[in-house]
């Protein structure tokens, strides 16, 4: 056995197969490595050897063993290998030993600190968004153990070595975002705050100062004063629609397969009037910015009140599976991209509240559908990066009015 790290959430997952109202086997690549693939070229049984054959090629670009193969998927991007009833084929005919790496671990997520194994759920399984999102109490999180030989490869790994203070900041963080009383809006912008702030410490400063910063912007949400300064920040919604629209169309440009994010997007866009003419300007900004504000008051933010820990347990489990805040290049990119999920699931959620009333079910739809389209496509999450670089949304001031109303 060997310990690992987990949320206390994953006790309470398992997959319900057929039951399930989307499937985990199509709308993105299946990449399969190596040992696999030889075991799948070994098959004796005439019509699954058949099928492996053809549909399991080789990935002549990938790099390593991990990445050796991947599936051939359809014409409408679903695994050949999938049956009517949603189930696998390759699990049923030959057993789950024969699975390859991606299929057997999802939707679980493996990552290592230093000597330290985690284990995570990504969101884009609706039964994972559900067991995270609602758990009104918050995520915790426990040591527990399992067997060495549990298959999985690494999403990412950190050495201590290079990222010291990677603990303190994670452990903060969690504790910071986890502080119920201020709205989760007010805990992200004291967050990007803490960033801010230690990222401009040499790392002399920060070996000696960082107890006494964290203590500081910890104390800060009790701060009634402080507070009542940040809340009357306020957001620019003709900056954060333009945004928006700039990264959904990087989005669409890149193909959508997932009929249900659709349906969302469609939503987002009649519900807040945000069609755009050829010259892909909105027709009318203010229609849309009126809009937004009665969706915004009239049914998110009475939804939101009542059911903020959704979100709380979105962002958490975001920064303890993507390793936050050493995710990206610099501590503040990292923050920044955080801020662009959070931006997107409220903008759609808001853009939803426009035609109908908010659910929690509507809640994690939303969420497992981004995730699906999102967090599965690197190449885009680049794009938006590179897209914000370029524009120069890389302040604190942005992020400012991308958080605020």
């Keep these: 056995m060997k310990p690992i790290l987990i949320p206390e959430y994953l006790n309470h997952f398992s ?3 057929s039951a399930c109202e989307d499937t985990c086997c199509a709308g993105w690549n299946i990449t399969v490595e190596k040992k696999t693939y030889q075991t799948y070229r070994k098959v004796r049984q005439p019509e699954m050897a058949e099928k492996l054959l053809k549909y399991v090629k080789r990935n002549r670009k990938g790099h390593d063993d991990s990445n050796y193969a991947k599936f051939i998927l359809d014409d409408n991007k679903k695994c050949h290998m999938m049956l009517e009833d949603g189930l696998c084929s390759i699990h049923k005919e030959l057993g789950e030993e024969f699975l390859c790496n991606t299929c057997a671990v999802y939707p679980r997520s493996l990552t290592s600190v230093g000597d330290v194994t985690e284990k995570s759920l990504t969101l884009s399984c609706p039964e994972a968004a559900r067991v995270v ?3 009104k109490e918050g995520i915790g999180f426990i040591e527990t153990e399992e ?3 549990t298959r999985g490869l690494m999403n990412r790994e950190l050495k201590l070595e290079k990222h010291p203070h990677f603990w303190d900041l994670r452990i903060y963080t ?6 119920r009383q201020q709205p989760i809006e007010i805990r992200l912008i004291v967050l990007g705050l803490f960033i801010q702030k230690i990222e401009q410490l040499k790392p002399s400063e920060l070996e000696q100062e960082l107890p006494l910063i964290m203590q500081d912007y910890l104390n800060r949400l009790n701060n009634d004063e402080f507070i009542e300064s940040l809340k009357d920040i306020k957001g620019n919604l ?8 700039a990264l959904i169309r990087f989005r669409i440009t890149g193909g959508i397969s997932s009929e249900k994010y659709v349906a969302i997007l469609q939503q987002l866009i009649e519900g807040l009037a945000l069609e755009e003419d050829e010259e892909l300007e909105v027709q009318d900004m203010e229609t849309t910015i009126t ?3 009665e969706s915004y008051t009239h049914v998110y933010e009475p939804f939101i009140k009542e059911h903020e820990y959704m979100f709380e347990n979105y962002i958490v489990n975001y920064v303890f599976k993507n390793l936050f805040p050493y995710d990206y290049h610099t501590l503040f990119e990292s923050y920044m991209m955080l801020v662009v999920n959070f931006t997107l699931i409220k903008l759609h959620l808001i853009g939803m509240a426009a035609k109908q009333q908010l659910t929690q079910e509507m809640f994690i739809e939303c969420v497992q559908q981004l995730t699906k389209v999102i967090e599965h496509n690197p190449s885009y999450l680049v794009d938006v990066r590179e ?3 370029n524009l120069g ?13």
């Excluded at 003709?238 to 629209?245: D, S, W």
């Excluded at 949304?393 to 109303?405: A, Q």
Aim: aromatic share 10%.
């Design 291 to 293: 809009k937004y504000q």
């Design 238 to 245: 003709n900056f954060q629609l333009n945004l928006a629209r």
């Design 174 to 179: 969690i504790q910071l975002l986890q502080s």
């Design 133 to 135: 999102l609602l758990r």
């Design 147 to 149: 067997p060495k030989n």
């Design 393 to 405: 949304y890389t302040t604190m001031g942005h992020m400012f009015v991308m958080i605020s109303k």
């Design 387 to 389: 897209g914000m670089v």
């Design 15 to 17: 997959c319900i197969g």
